[in-house]
């Protein structure tokens, strides 16, 4: 399938790849264009658009993108909600679950746009193992609780 959203990637916008490429559609193809191209994008190249107003995978009621995927998707890992937390603390100004790990992640992100990749699939590239991270560490906590 493929997959389109706004060019500019940080938290919610390397996390939704993540989570599609992981347990979604290992074959998705992702395009990053600029914010007013992406519903003209998505229905050009029959794809899914996310992370933008207006679209089901979006934010909405003051979730994240990542966590309309994880609903939509019914994923029901608990270590996959317990990230989705992460994200939300990371991505949306209304923190809703105070997860002590999202200023990190946030922080992560910021750092990421600085290191002078050449575009979002690059960082998409290098940022992937972050989430990896994080899931396994997510996997630890739910294993635990």
Partial sequence: MKWVTRQGVK???VACPWLIKKFVDPEAEFFFVPADRVLEVAERESAIPFDVAGVELGHHEG???FEALV???QMNDRAI??????VHGADVAQD???RPEA????AIAEGFRYLGLKDDH?????EFIVYDALYAYCRQRAATQ
């Fill in 71 to 73: 609903s939509k998707y």
């Fill in 63 to 65: 979730k994240s993108s």
């Fill in 103 to 106: 200023p990190g992640l946030k």
């Fill in 96 to 98: 809703l679950y105070g």
């Fill in 11 to 13: 938290v919610d916008r």
């Fill in 81 to 86: 909600h317990l990230l989705a937390e992460i």
């Fill in 122 to 126: 690059e960082i998409l590239a290098k």
